[in-house]
């Protein structure tokens, strides 16, 4: 497995634009899932631990997809961090910022990727020397207005916004220069994973990728 640095995530989400958001109830969904996203020009999962599959679903989505880039998501303690990393996640993303799993992950040198959505919280991941953040909940946390407000005292940081994004507003989202990346999971919703609807689910990742990318 190759290891990344946080400089070289950053310019592969940059490149992909688009992070899928993932929840399987069945570990083994994530095989046909991957496959979809791959071939459909969406090489990268966020993997999250909102359920008991996920540890298992990095596992096999590394294991059959050695190329793919891994998130695991929704990490919000140190156990998960280790089997994260131990399944073969290529980073960490947080809902939120919480200092001690921000530097369980740093001295583990395991790129983290924390949630923050007000300056208390942008100013506690600059002090920890991060500078590429999750604004998590986007659009609930006041959207492209919000984002633009903290850039004014903020210009160096990295978002990656999530969080109410959609086909709709995700343009809006990535013309702002400072966002590497958006987080959505319209395109891989909890029910068509369940309903196995992968021709649907190719047929919205092609339809995301052509809207971001052209």
Sequence with gaps: MMTYTTAQIIE?????????????????????????????GLPVAEITF???AAERA??????????????????STAEQVVKAQNAGADFVVTAGLNPAIV??????NFPIIPGVNNPMSIEAALSMGINTVKFFPAEAS??????????GPY??????????ISLNNIQEYLAIENIIACGGSWFVDKSLIQAKNWNEIGRLVREVVACTRS
């Design 142 to 151: 006041g959207g492209i207005k919000m984002i633009k407000a903290l850039l």
């Design 50 to 52: 909102r359920s008991s």
């Design 155 to 164: 210009g160096n940081l990295q978002l990656m916004p999530t969080g109410g």
């Design 58 to 75: 990095i596992r096999l989505a590394r294991q059959h997809y050695p190329a793919l880039l891994i998130a695991a998501g929704t990490v």
């Design 103 to 108: 530097k369980f992950c740093q001295d583990l």
């Design 12 to 40: 592969k989400l940059q490149q992909l634009k688009v992070v899928p958001v993932i929840a399987v109830e069945q570990a083994e969904d994530i095989l046909p899932l991957v496959k979809t996203l791959s071939e459909n």
